[in-house]
C-alpha cells in the first residue's frame, strides 16, 4: 500500500494507493472514518483495480485549512488522482457520508464513469440528515459560533434526553463531536459543505436510468440509519441497479463484505 500527498489550494490530500487492476477506482469513506477503512476490500478489488482512497477534509492525515469544503473540491481531487494515474475514466466507491458526495458529484463525472458502489449510502434518505440539511446557513454560522463553549448546549440534551425528548443516538453524536476541537472543526466543516453536495432523489434516479450507468448498492440488514425501502423503491425499473444485502449494520465495510465482493468478482469475470 502506497501513501502519497496531493496538494489543492493549500491544502493536502492524504492519499492510500493499492491493487493492481487496469482500472481505477476512487474511494470516499464516511464520516468521522479515514481512506485506510478501505484496505479490506483489497482482496476483492486489486486484480480489476487500482484503488485510490483519500482522507477527506478535516480527516485523517489530510490537512485542510478551509472552514468547510465543497463539490468543486473534491472533483479537482478526483482529477488529480486521474492525471496521476494516466487514466481518462473512474469508477467511484461511496461508504455512508461519502456516498453522499459521490452522488451529488454524479452529473459533472458521469461521461468519465464506468461503475459506481454505493455502500450504506447517505444521501438518498437517511435519519436525522434532512434536518441537518434543512437548516438555514445563518443558522449553521450562528451554531458555529454559539457552541465553541458547548457545555451549556450539552447540559440542555442531556437534559432533553432523560425527558426522552433528544434521542440517545443524538446525544451520543453531539457529546462526541462537540467537546474537542478537531471533532468541532470537522463537524461543522462537513454540516457546512451538505449544501454543495445535494442531489434531489429524483435527479439521482433520473441519472441512474438514463445513463445505464452499472451501479451495485451494498445494505446491512441491521442498519439503523438508512432508508432501505425508499432506495429500494428507487431502483425499481432500473436494470442497471443492484442491490445486495448483508447481515450488518451500518458500518458494514469488512471481511464478509470483502468476501461477498469477492464472490460477485468470480462470478463477473
Known sequence: MQSFFLEHNGAKIHCLRFGHGPQLL???????????LFAVLENALAERYTIVAFDLPFHGQTEWPGRTFAKTDTLAIIHQIMQREGVERVSLMGYSFGARLVQAM?????????????LAPDGIRTKGMSA????????????????????WFLFLLKLGHSLHLVPPLILHFLSFNLTRP???RRAFGCWFALDSFYLPRRRIKAVWRESRLPVDIYFGT??????YKTVKK?????????????????RLIGEN??????RR?????
Open 26 to 36: 476512487v474511494a470516499l469513506h464516511g464520516f468521522g472514518d479515514r481512506a485506510r
Open 106 to 118: 454524479l452529473p459533472d463525472l458521469l461521461p468519465r464513469l464506468d461503475k459506481l458502489y454505493l
Open 132 to 151: 441537518a440539511v434543512r437548516t438555514p446557513v445563518w443558522v449553521r454560522v450562528l451554531l458555529f459560533h454559539l457552541l465553541k463553549k458547548p457545555h
Open 182 to 184: 478537531e471533532r468541532f
Open 222 to 227: 441491521k442498519d439503523e440509519m438508512i432508508h
Open 234 to 250: 428507487m431502483v425499481e425499473g432500473i436494470p442497471n441497479v443492484r442491490i445486495f444485502r448483508m447481515n450488518a449494520g451500518h
Open 257 to 262: 463484505l470483502r468476501e461477498r465482493m469477492q
Open 265 to 269: 468478482t468470480y462470478s463477473e469475470g
